[in-house]
């Protein structure tokens, strides 16, 4: 079964500091993978989506995710936090080819700290 | 245009009553999936449906049941309800099946007291 780790429960960061949320997922097919955003009292957002193609993928609010296969990584980046950044981010996959549902990471709270 | 709409925002029932959630998906959107957000175990899959037809479903007791309807509206039911089942219901919809990325709504806050 598909599953996907999130390493840190909590990361605070210093506002303008750059910060990477870890995501491993364990896998021997082809995958797809996304990254969602939770603010409070909220829904998910997403945020990006790997498919296929290029490993390094561009999201919305500068966030940037690196597949790495050789790893089962894919990893969340963004260069410099702001405040609105604190939310709870979620790591998910799923398998390609065929119907597969989306399983989620138990997340990972980034507070921005000012 | 209009998001995913989740109805009610908010909900308390007692242990033992069933409770009715529902899910309007994007507008030509036709896959609808569930998930249960608790903070101990995250976000589980409950069941997605496609075209009013159930195409997978989660590890959950036969109490949680869904149906869609043909315009694609969703509705999620939960049974005899115990204070286990108190959580965030998130409600996701897709244009197609094949998960190439959901569009959630708020969620539906249910507590059982």
């Known amino acids: 079964a598909q599953s996907v780790t999130q390493l840190d429960s909590q990361v605070p960061v210093f506002e303008e500091a750059p910060v990477e949320l870890r995501c491993n997922y364990s896998s021997s097919v082809s995958v797809y993978l996304f990254w969602y955003v939770q603010y409070p009292n909220q829904g998910l957002q997403l945020l990006l989506k790997y498919l296929s193609g290029s490993t390094l993928v561009k999201g919305i609010n500068g966030f940037e995710a690196e597949f790495n296969k050789s790893q089962t990584s894919f990893h969340l980046r963004k260069p410099s936090v702001h405040i609105s950044d604190t939310a709870e981010y979620f790591c998910a996959v799923s398998y390609s080819g065929g119907y597969q549902k989306v399983t989620f990471g138990i997340g990972t709270k980034l507070q921005v700290i000012p | 245009k209009a998001g995913v709409t989740q109805t009610p925002r908010y909900l308390i029932k007692t242990r033992g009553q069933q409770v009715t959630l529902s899910c309007s998906p994007i507008?030509?959107?036709?896959?609808v999936s569930w998930y249960q957000q608790t903070p101990g175990q995250g976000l589980q899959f409950l069941f997605e449906y496609f075209s009013e037809t159930q195409r997978n479903k989660g590890n959950f007791p036969g109490r949680f049941s869904g149906r869609q309807f043909s315009n694609s509206r969703s509705e999620m039911n939960v049974s005899t309800l115990e204070l286990g089942d108190s959580a965030l219901y998130l409600c996701?919809?897709?244009?197609?099946?094949?998960?190439?990325?959901?569009?959630f709504g708020s969620g539906t806050r249910l507590t059982v007291v």
């Open positions: 507008s030509g959107h036709r896959s």
């Open positions: 996701a919809s897709s244009l197609e099946l094949g998960n190439y990325g959901y569009t």
